[in-house]
């Protein structure tokens, strides 16, 4: 069965780095898309950054670009995100989450996401 695990959050000061981990099985990375999504606080889940296998096309949300960081380790079925300049509107519930099946230009057609972890819990400090 698919299974995703996602650990690495904590609390850190406003300016601060995370790195964030998905541990995944029961389907290997190179077949999907995969990406982080969060939710903070009384506001919907955001989509954060998303990677598709099949090409290659990347999403990121503009309030993370040039912050945030997507890669992966696909021997490993392995996801990060790799978070810089943290700022306290980061504070969320960050989940990893997968979309089965070949998706293309997922930067102009977003994926359908199949498979959720449970989420790990980030919070900034001003």
């Known amino acids: 069965e698919v299974q995703l695990q996602a650990s690495g959050g904590g609390l850190v000061q406003a300016g601060g780095s995370l790195r964030l981990s998905c541990a995944a099985s029961g389907f290997t990375f190179d077949d999907y898309t995969i990406g982080w999504f969060r939710q903070a606080p009384g506001k919907e889940r955001e989509a954060v950054s998303y990677?598709?296998?099949?090409?290659?096309?990347?999403y990121y949300a503009d309030s993370v670009k040039g912050r945030f960081t997507i890669s992966s380790d696909n021997a490993k079925n392995l996801l990060y995100l790799q978070m810089n300049s943290l700022k306290p509107e980061d504070t969320a519930v960050y989940y990893c989450?997968?979309?089965?099946?070949?998706?293309?230009?997922?930067?102009?057609?977003?994926?359908?996401?199949?498979?959720w972890g449970q989420g790990t819990l980030v919070t900034v400090s001003s």
């Open positions: 989450a997968i979309a089965e099946g070949r998706y293309y230009y997922i930067h102009l057609y977003p994926p359908s996401f199949d498979y």
């Open positions: 990677f598709s296998n099949t090409d290659g096309s990347t």
